[in-house]
């Protein structure tokens, strides 16, 4: 969570320091909900885990989906830093991959998230899912360049190919008792699958190895 946050009732303006602990208390609070019981956790047991009161949640986030599209902003702005930051490592291939582990790790958490704000969710018009797919677009499509350039992945692969991937993945999983662990080895299947044709697998993709 960044330090300039601001109160989605009032936009542009700055919270204070103990507002600004109890908005990311409760996202914090509503991102784990959400990872165990889906879009529909309770909003009151969130409030209760956060350590703050119904109206104080309420005051930050007026609806249910105020709070979804807040937990769904602050995920994808992290998987974009974590983009960022792995641009820099030496291995590109690498780098792709470690980063598709957090897609993964994040698309299997969601529960619903996601296609909770997809258009026909909400009102009409362009919605926060939009956006921030455009975000981890653009984010990934940085990394595949980078991957693309080292030779470590197909050349007609595409980041928007990949994403639908990990996408289904983690819908083939999200019921699985043990989903994270299933979309890692399914992961490392598509991994191996997108590595240039011949070079098996190759070095810059690997991942760590599971026990059969």
Known sequence: MSQDATAPSSPGRPMRAD???????????AGAAIAQHGVEASLEEIAR???????????????????LEAVFRDRVEALCATARDLAAEPDPGAAL??????VAAHAVTNKGLGAALMPGAGDGGPTLGDTCHTMIVNAGGELLTRAHQAHAVRPDVTITQLLKLVGAIALATEFDSDGAAEAERLLTLVIDGVRPHGTGR???????????
């Open 19 to 29: 507002a600004r602990r109890n908005y990311e208390r409760i996202l914090a609070a």
């Open 49 to 67: 885990h956060a350590g703050v009161g119904s109206a104080t949640l309420h005051r930050h986030f007026p609806s249910r989906r105020a709070l």
């Open 97 to 102: 991959v470690t980063w598709l582990h957090a």
């Open 202 to 212: 190759g070095r810059s993709l690997d991942t760590p190895s599971e026990d059969q």
